[in-house]
């Protein structure tokens, strides 16, 4: 199957400072990437979808100044977390889709502390 | 948008026995149907998909179902082991505008007991 590289797979950062989070593609072309949150033992909560060349759709109450989403070829999107706190702590994991399967990156621990 | 239900939360098996995992959607236009397991700090892996058209799909010792008219459909692990023991998700996939996405369930930890 396709393969989706996501780094890093984990980040401490200071409170304030900002992450970025690189996802891509290897073996095929990526025109859409869709970003996931993961809080402990719950669901993978669609934060945005990002395309192309264009603007990223965020999902309802996810602020776009916060989580910067630049998708700007079709092999790389990247979620960079702006002045990160502590509750931004979470697992990242974005996904691509080829036909109509989803491939997942890794994902991302990262621990504002 | 679209709604995905899922039952159980957590589901306790002794090594051997079947494990059923239920899910519902709301959206009549969701038209495929993953599921995934997840290891602790992992990504999702997909174990079985069934597409809309189908009422039943098996691969080996999983098998999925689906009745499109109550919008549910469910996840079969027979002759459980060890292994198995993860979260598991449902998804609905829906159409919308240029592309579809994905509506995950909240997921079931199946831990298996040898």
């Known amino acids: 199957g396709a393969v989706v590289s996501q780094h890093p797979s984990w980040v401490i950062c200071k409170s304030g400072t900002s992450v970025k989070i690189e996802c891509r593609s290897l073996?095929?072309?990526?025109?859409?990437m869709f970003w996931y949150r993961q809080f402990p033992k719950q669901s993978l909560m669609l934060m945005a979808t990002?395309?192309?060349?264009?603007?990223?759709?965020?999902e309802q109450g996810v602020e776009k100044d916060k989580f910067l989403i630049n998708h700007a070829s079709l092999t790389l999107s990247t979620l960079t977390v702006t002045s990160a706190h502590p509750e931004d702590s979470s697992f990242y994991i974005c996904?691509?889709?080829?036909?109509?399967?989803?491939?997942f990156g890794q994902g991302t621990r990262l621990t504002v502390v | 948008g679209e709604n995905v239900e899922q039952h159980p939360s957590t589901l306790s098996v002794q090594e051997g026995d079947s494990a059923v995992i239920k899910c519902t959607y709301s959206d009549s236009a969701s038209n495929y149907f993953p599921w995934y397991k997840q290891e602790l700090g992992k990504r999702p892996q997909l174990i079985i998909d069934i597409r809309s058209n189908v009422g039943e799909k098996k691969d080996q010792r999983i098998a999925v179902t689906l009745n499109k008219t109550a919008k549910h459909f469910s996840l079969h692990i027979t002759e459980t082991q060890p292994e198995d023991s993860a979260v598991y998700f449902c998804?609905?996939?829906?159409?919308?505008?240029?592309?579809?996405?994905?509506?995950f369930g909240k997921g079931t930890m199946l831990l298996v007991s040898p």
């Open positions: 990002s395309n192309e060349g264009s603007k990223a759709t965020y």
């Open positions: 996904s691509s889709r080829l036909n109509t399967e989803a491939f």
């Open positions: 998804a609905a996939n829906s159409p919308r505008g240029g592309y579809s996405t994905l509506t």
């Open positions: 073996d095929f072309q990526a025109t859409t």
